[in-house]
């Protein structure tokens, strides 16, 4: 492995899952759901296979029909208008959309902005690019009814710009705190990339995955921002297909024109036939997105209580489909140990947050639950945990 590489080894996910595997336990690590997204989706790319449509290369920028189906989602939600040839670019999975994005608009020695924790493959591809990644660490605040969540200092943000940051890399709702910026707080890291000139990369892979009537609001939807923002999307996330790996990039066309050149030589193209479903699955009615949420926020609620009732302190998420826990009130303080053991312990997989941390101590005693398994399988994980803490 070379020296830009050497500290990213095998990722968690793969690590925690292959444990899971080994000991038979129930894999709350990996964030993949246990319940295939719709019928009507699958019978979608059953049909393109059979009839011929996207089993050879697809166009480069993605098949027509799914280019138009995100730009249409685009505007439908948030009013947001994009070109389907110029300004929405297909990917294999938002992981490769992050990619391309960092390796087209970074040079050697850019300093990057990330949200801390941050995604595990944001690091990994700041460096593959020859950047800097400069965290700011999202921090536990008790909200006015005792709650914790992870909060954004904007004061931290603002301090950690410098005459080399070309970009602040943006997620909401966050992977893996369950934080969804608000509007305020979106429309301050607008104003600071305006006032500073930076490019923003956003992962909105969770747009659809908000609770208790919170609301995802796009960075591109605020003043100044469309023409520097790059954003992220995801089928897998959005519509319980991780396997399928599409995602998508909108952009305007000097950012997206840049995205799609380094695309190219990454993958080229991909998931043909899953392309055509895709289109299909963004055009679903809202009922569709409205179910899904419901759906997952009824399993958060139900895991977010078992592991309170197991003694986990539990950060309630606001989006997407993963609760992190502090486990100090069990005795413990490093997440690692905990999640290496767990298995043996309890029978249950989970991720520590460390992992997503430069500032590894800060995260120690935090340990990642996804919540996207089946009622009977969280309830069965609760009790697991509660006879072993
Ligand atoms: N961004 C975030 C925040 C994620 O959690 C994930 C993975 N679940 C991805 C990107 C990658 O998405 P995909 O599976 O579409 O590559
Ligand atoms: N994004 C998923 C998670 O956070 C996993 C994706 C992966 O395995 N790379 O768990």
């Not at 055009?283 to 977010?304: G, H, I, N, S």
Request: charged share 25%; hydrophobic share 45%; proline share 6%.
């Amino acid at each position: 492995l070379n020296r830009r590489l050497a500290e990213f080894g095998t990722t968690i996910f793969a690590e925690m899952s292959a444990l899971a595997v080994s000991t038979g336990s129930i894999n709350l690590g990996q964030g993949f759901p246990d319940t295939d997204g719709p019928e009507e989706i699958r019978e979608a790319a059953v049909r393109a296979l059979r009839d011929g449509r996207g089993n050879q290369y697809p166009p480069g920028p993605g098949i027509p029909e799914l280019r138009a189906a995100v730009a249409a989602h685009q505007e439908r939600r948030y009013g947001l208008l994009y070109d389907a040839d110029t300004e929405v670019l297909v990917t294999a999975g938002a992981t490769e959309a992050i990619a391309a994005s960092l390796l087209a608009l970074l040079e050697p020695g850019d300093e990057v902005i990330a949200l801390e924790p941050y995604y595990d493959s944001y690091a990994a591809c700041i460096a593959m690019a020859g950047a800097r990644r400069v965290p700011v660490t999202l921090r536990p605040h008790r909200g006015e009814d005792g709650a914790p969540s992870f909060r954004l200092d904007l004061d931290e943000l603002r301090d950690a710009v410098t005459d080399r940051t070309r970009l602040l890399l943006i997620n909401t709702p966050h992977n893996p705190t369950g934080t969804v910026l608000t509007r305020a707080e979106l429309a301050a890291i607008a104003g600071l990339a305006v006032e500073r000139d930076l490019l923003v990369v956003t992962d909105e892979v969770y747009e659809h995955l908000v609770f208790d009537g919170a609301e995802h609001v796009p960075l591109a939807t605020f003043p100044g921002m469309r023409e520097r923002t790059v954003a992220i999307g995801s089928a897998g996330k959005s519509f319980s297909f991780t396997g399928w790996k599409v995602g998508w990039v909108t952009a305007a066309p000097a950012l997206l024109s840049a995205v799609r050149s380094a695309k190219q030589f990454l993958t080229y193209v991909s998931s043909g036939p899953f392309q055509y479903a895709v289109a299909e699955a963004l055009a679903l009615p809202e009922t569709y997105f409205a179910a899904f949420r419901a759906d997952m926020q009824a399993k958060r609620d139900v895991l977010a209580a078992g592991l309170a009732e197991a003694g986990f302190e539990v950060f309630r998420p606001a989006g997407t489909y993963f609760v992190t826990t502090d486990i100090r009130p069990l005795g413990e303080r490093d997440g690692f140990a905990f999640c290496r053991a767990l298995p043996e312990r309890a029978g249950v997989v989970a991720v520590p947050n460390a992992v997503f941390y430069d500032h590894r101590e800060v995260g120690a005693p935090f340990v990642r639950f996804a919540f996207c398994k089946q009622v009977e399988v969280l309830q069965e994980a609760v009790k697991r945990l509660k006879t072993a803490f």
